[in-house]
Nanobody, 121 residues
């Protein structure tokens, strides 16, 4: 069983910063990618930032230049540092990981429970 646990959400003023963290635990043989998604009220879930096995990263245009995703492969963790936050960044942020639990299994998609980020004065 694999679990993803997020932390670090909260209320922040416009222009402020926030760091989200996610730890994967359980039966983990290999992790392909780790990523952050978000879902605002009434909107579809969207990708925010991704970190791939080869070290490459990808960012949504709306957060590029304001956010940094970092990954610790030894600890199976991923973090998202967000700066210059805007009210439109308000959403529930979800951690995502593509994980192989055992050598003989396929990679599967896992999600955390989500953490609320609210940007408001």
């Amino acid at each position: 069983q694999v679990q993803l646990v997020e932390s670090g959400g909260g209320l922040v003023q416009p222009g402020g910063s926030l760091r989200l963290s996610c730890a994967a635990s359980g039966s983990i043989f290999s992790i392909n990618s780790m990523a952050w998604y978000r879902q605002a009220p009434g909107k579809q879930r969207e990708s925010v930032a991704s970190s791939f096995y080869d070290g490459s990263t990808n960012y949504a245009g709306s957060v590029r230049g304001r956010s940094t995703i970092s990954r610790d492969n030894a600890k199976n963790t991923v973090s998202l540092q967000m700066n210059s936050l805007k009210p439109e960044d308000t959403a529930v942020y979800y951690c995502n990981a593509v994980i192989k639990e055992r050598p003989e299994t396929h990679f599967r998609n896992y999600w955390g429970q989500g953490t609320q980020v609210t940007v408001s004065s």
